[in-house]
């Protein structure tokens, strides 16, 4: 056996150059196979993250994926708002211990702005249970006062104090500016790896203050209210986007869903966010599997090239088939040798494919982070990525028997006098 | 009689077939019938017959590698139509060198290791190599010491042996052949694609290390002139009615 080994070991060493490459290709796949399974695994994991503890998840009535996209995660816009009222309704019923109102629609150099209240910072929980913490600084308490996060400190490069002008609308269009009315940074908040790293968190009263003038997404022709006068026109909001609830007990739950979904003044709908992302789930879950089925298929392809180069080289080497039979090698020895030789390189290019994935993890991690808002935690492969490697191996050691076999058929028919 | 003698453990033949017969699978297969065939025991033998009689495969039924039909066939003493293919392999390592025309090295192995195989793959070659080689020395010497008795120079060593002439590649061969002291050297024309000049001086080397250890010679060629070096010559078209031990 130790014969056999170094044998194969020579052998594959003697044809490094083709094998080398083989290997490559098959790392390469492996790479992109594990690397689609953990961006899944890590935008499922990053998206479970990003809300906990909260009940119900409030806004007028459109699917519950969209609701859950928008509100949750910032993605994508909301169709329509719902009344203050209706949100004043919700946070005054007995079952609910706490509400969260959500404004969205204006941005800050490409960054969202929230508007909300204390009880954001209060009672929002993330991953396991985890409050906001600030950095530095503390929440707002004037109206132009705004705390932003990690993300948009580091990237803006914003302390504490610093002026900023917000912007209408949730693109940057450069033009309809809020220039007027310029917010302090009153506090930074610690890195969280949600939406709420790449969001500034405002009064409900100050997006009411910036829009006083403003009708229609433009400012008003002809007036403009100063800064200083805002404060004497009513703020109270008229309008939100979304409301997180916590209510006083889980088993509550669907009455109080039932009760917001039949609201009688406008159309609401609420989902459980654990069910809103399990419906999530099912739709990308197509996606996904179409895009591992593909990185099998490389994987497959990966592993027909190496077959047909081993199976190539194996006419070359009926010589030494032969004179290695002459020294005693049974056809089976020679199967396991050209067997041992596929699977070396199998596994070489495994091994290649897991270095180069936490190579590439270390590259695409904050990048990943930046545009999809994925936290990507450097590091282990998951159980289930463990189980695809484990796959890819044992499907090369299979393969790997389709030129051991070829190798036997061969030696058993050529004997010592091959017939070339 | 000799028949009744090569029953024995220790007959004085180590090669002793009667009425074999074997045939290339396929309805037109080669079919090879040889009546008697007698080697005695540190004999060399000069097996010639025409391109085709079927030399190439007399050789691999003596080496265990293919099977005739139920027959009289002993090597060595050994009936190796009762042997199983794994024992059949490892009989033939054990006590068979063998050499080949043409391209008898491995190519990714070194000279050193072309040498060893038999070492690796049989303990009672490797034993003996070390036997031969003295109660210090390791496998490795014993090649080379075999190497340098082959008119070797251990300079080789650094190149592959691809890189080796043709004629140093067959001493590569011979070396392999003999290491472990096995009691049998099958070589197919091994001097075939030398010139007229180095052939000679190959069987001379040859011939030199099998008398030394005294061990049995079969040795193939189409090539009729070289059969003055063999202290007995025959002709496979011819087997039949060629009495045993007459030279
Ligand atoms: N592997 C094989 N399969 C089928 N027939 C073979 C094989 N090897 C040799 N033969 C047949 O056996 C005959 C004798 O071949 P061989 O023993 O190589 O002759 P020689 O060595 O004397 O030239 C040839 O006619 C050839 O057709
Ligand atoms: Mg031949």
Redesign the pocket.
Known sequence: MKALLSLAFASAWNRRATLGLMAVSIALSVVLLLGVEQLRTQARESFSQSISGTDLVVGARTSPIQLMLYAVFRLGDATHNIRWSSFQAMAEHPAVAWAIPISLGDSHRGFAVIGTTAAYFEHFRYGDRRPLAFATGKPFADIFDAAIGAEVAERLGYRVGDRIVLNHGAKDLGLAEHADKPFKVSGILQRTGLPVDRSVHVSLEAVEAIHLDWQGGAPMPGLSIPAEYVRKFDLAPKEITAALIGLKSRAGVFQMQRFINQYKDEPLLSVLPGVALDELWSVVSIAEKSLLAISALVVAVGMSGLVAVVLAALGERRRELAILRSVGAGPRVVFMLLAIEGLMVVMAGALLGVLGLIVLNLFAAPILEAHLGISFTPGMLSADAWQLLLLVMTTGFLVSLVPGYRAYRLSL???L?P?L | MVAEVAHSSTSPFAIDIRNLVFQ???EH??R?SIPQFLVRRGERVFLQ??????????L?LLGGVLLPQPCHMRVLDTDLTMLTSSARDRFRVDHIGFLFQQFNLVPYLSMRENVLLPCRFSKRRRQRALQSAGSAASLEQSADRLLAQLGLDMTLARQPVTALSVGQQQRVAAARALIGHPELIIA?EPTSSLDAGRQVEFLDILLGRCDDENVTLIF?S?DQRLGSHFSRTVD?DKLYGVAPGSA
Do not use: E, I
């Open positions: 028919a050529d004997g006098t017939r | 290339w699978p396929g297969g080669f090879l017959g025409a391109s085709g009689s079927g030399k190439s495969t007399l691999s197919d193939v189409h496979l």
